[in-house]
C-alpha cells in the first residue's frame, strides 16, 4: 500500500509549460533522466476548458504537446508543483491545491506567491552549509526561487568576498528580453524587422523603442516597471547576501535590446587590493567559468545553454588601485531553472 501510494505522488506538475521558464525547466528535467513523470499544464486559459477539453501546443520541433488547463488538471496527486507561468496562474494552482492532503511540494518560478507568509526564498547555488542542512518542509513553505539576476551577482559578489573583504561596488544590469516572456521576445523581433522595413514598430508591451535601443524605463503605457524589477533583484539580493558579510552593491537595472542573457558590468572596490591571483583563485568554482584574456571573452550568446556564470573582463581599475572590473554573463532561464532543479530534487530524494 505504501508503494503504491508513493508512485502515485511521484509526479512533477509544472504549470506554465508552454511559457520559455516553463519549457527550459522540462527539457533540464528531461535531460536528468528525472525517475518521475511530468505533466504539463497551461498557465494560459484553454480554449474550451469548461467543457473538458484541453488544449494542443506546439513545442520545439513540432513536437505536438497535450497540456490540460489548471482547472482539469489533478495538480494535488503531483509530488511537487512548478508554477512557472503567470502570477495570475500561479495564485490560481496554489488555491487549488493548498486542500490537498498530503499537499503538494510546491517550487515557485513565477515569482506570483513570493509575498505569502509562508513563501522562503531559495537559491540553492549560493546557499550556505547551515541553509542546506535545515532542509524545508513541503507543508509550510513555497520555495520562491530567486531572480536570476539576483542569483548571478549573489554568485559573483559571494566568491569576490573571499578574496579579500569588499568596501563597496557599483553593478549595471542589462536585461534581456526573454525576463517578459515570449511577448517580449515577440516584441522585440517585430520592431527589428519593422525598423529594417522603415514600418511603424508594435509598442504593445514595453511602451517604447526596444530594438537597437538602451532603456533606464519604460514607456508610460506599459504595464511594466523596470523600477520594480530592480527593486526585486535588490531585495532577493539583499537576503542572499545577509549572511556572507558582503556589502551590498549600488545596482542599476537598464533594458538591453538582446534576447536571451544577462550581462552585468560590476565595479568592486576592496578593502585592500587583493591582486589578481587571490580574485582568480575565489572566483574559481563548479557555478562560475572564469576566463583570462588567453580565451574567449564571455558574451551573453556565448554562455546560452550553460549554467551558473562566465566571469571575464578582470581588470584593475586605472584611477583606484584597490578597485577591480568585472564582467559576467549568465543565461537567465537556464540559472533559474537549475536552482528550482535543486530544490525540486530534493523533494524527489
Known amino acids: 500500500m505504501h508503494s503504491h501510494r508513493s508512485s502515485q505522488r511521484a509526479g512533477i506538475a509544472i504549470v506554465g509549460g508552454e511559457s520559455l521558464l516553463g519549457k527550459e525547466i522540462h527539457e533540464l528535467l528531461e535531460s536528468r533522466k528525472v525517475p518521475a513523470t511530468v505533466q504539463l499544464v497551461a498557465a494560459i486559459e484553454v480554449e474550451d476548458a469548461g467543457k473538458g477539453v484541453a488544449s494542443l501546443l506546439t513545442r520545439g520541433a513540432d513536437e505536438p504537446l497535450v497540456m490540460a488547463s489548471i482547472e482539469l488538471a489533478d495538480l494535488g496527486s503531483a509530488r511537487v508543483v512548478v508554477l512557472a507561468g503567470s502570477k495570475v496562474s500561479s495564485e490560481k494552482a496554489y488555491e487549488k491545491i493548498r486542500g490537498a492532503k498530503p499537499a503538494p511540494a510546491v517550487v515557485d518560478l513565477s515569482g506570483g506567491l513570493e509575498d505569502l507568509a509562508e513563501a522562503r526564498l531559495r537559491a540553492p547555488m549560493v546557499e550556505t552549509a547551515e541553509v542546506e542542512a535545515a532542509g524545508f518542509s513541503p507543508k509550510d513553505a ?10 548571478a551577482l549573489a554568485l559573483l559578489v559571494t ?3 573571499k578574496a579579500g573583504a569588499i568596501r563597496r561596488s557599483v553593478v549595471e544590469v542589462f536585461e534581456p ?5 515570449q511577448a517580449g521576445i515577440d516584441e522585440l523581433q517585430k520592431q527589428t524587422a519593422g525598423l529594417l522595413s522603415f514600418k ?6 514595453f511602451d517604447a523603442q526596444v530594438s537597437f535601443n538602451m532603456l533606464s524605463q519604460f514607456g508610460s503605457e506599459s504595464t511594466l516597471s523596470l523600477e520594480e524589477i530592480e527593486l526585486k533583484i535588490d531585495r532577493h539580493l539583499a537576503s542572499l ?3 556572507s558579510g558582503a556589502p551590498m552593491p549600488s545596482l542599476r537595472l537598464i533594458q538591453a535590446p538582446v ?3 544577462y550581462s552585468i558590468s560590476a565595479w568592486v572596490e576592496f578593502e585592500e587590493n587583493p591582486g589578481m591571483e587571490a580574485i582568480f583563485q575565489a572566483l574559481s568554482s563548479v557555478n562560475i567559468d572564469v576566463r583570462t584574456r588567453d580565451h574567449e571573452p564571455p558574451t551573453n550568446v556565448g554562455v546560452a545553454g550553460l549554467g551558473g556564470i562566465t566571469v571575464g573582463g578582470i581588470m584593475q581599475d586605472r584611477n583606484q588601485p584597490r578597485a577591480w572590473w568585472f564582467w559576467a554573463v549568465a543565461d537567465n532561464l537556464q540559472i533559474a531553472a537549475e536552482n528550482a532543479w535543486e530544490v525540486i530534487r530534493g523533494y524527489l530524494e
Not at 142 to 151: K, L, N
Request: aromatic share 4%.
Open 241 to 243: 547576501l545577509a549572511s
Open 159 to 161: 566568491h569576490l568576498q
Open 200 to 205: 511603424p514598430l508594435p509598442k504593445e508591451l
Open 142 to 151: 513555497v520555495q520562491t526561487i530567486a531572480h536570476p539576476a539576483a542569483i
Open 259 to 261: 534576447f536571451h542573457g
Open 177 to 181: 528580453v526573454s525576463e517578459r516572456g
